[in-house]
């Protein structure tokens, strides 16, 4: 099962909005509505932000959304702060009952 | 509250083998599903597997199959995952982390292995 496609990194300007993108097949994103996005900080484990595609677990901001459009699903964050400086994973069911990761994607706020 | 709490981090030899704990706790565990997931330092998240600690069913990640086992002792609220023949490749942080609607909502805080001559 080959790893999800994303960027390498993006950066955006507090305030501002930014998309983060996630390409899979149609085994995994395209054929699935579980797809999940984690955020981790240095030294920290991952939290969950979005799961079933557009699902904000209990205590995630309203900023963080995602999406989902054929094999490619996105997150994007509003009013981007500087405290959502961190990586971003995707993550996706797939067809062989197993789960594949993002490459990840590093934020900068600038 | 949720806890996921890990084994201390290891040092092992090239050809050895690592057996990682992860006991839980306010949760019922025969309730959920538990993956397992690693790190290497420097690079992104990768998926190893998934234990249903009720029914002890198992799947790996393809990359794992026949080196990595995964088991559950509900008595004691705790699985394990053991990697054997570790290189230095498998050098990572791994982590267990619950399964929530086939995402994972709680983590452990990671336990670092340390593959080294």
Sequence with gaps: QSALTQPASVSGSPGQSITISCTGTSSDVGGYYYVSWYQQHPGKAPKLMIYGVTNRPSGVSHRFSGSKSGNTASLTISGLQAEDEADYYCSSYTSSDTWVFGGGTKLTVL | ?????????????????????????GFTLTS??????????????????????????????????????????????TVYMEVNSLTSEDTAVYYCARDFHWSTDYWGQGTLVTVSS
């Design chain 2, 32 to 77: 959920y599903h538990m993956h397992w997931v690693r790190q290497a330092p420097g690079q992104g998240l990768e998926w190893m597997g998934i234990i249903k600690p009720r029914d002890d069913q198992i799947n790996y990640a393809q990359n794992f199959q026949g080196r990595v086992t995964m088991t559950g002792d509900t008595s004691t609220t």
């Design chain 2, 1 to 25: 509250q949720v806890q996921l709490v890990q084994s201390g981090a290891e040092v092992k030899k090239p050809g050895a083998s690592v057996k990682i704990s992860c006991k839980a706790s």
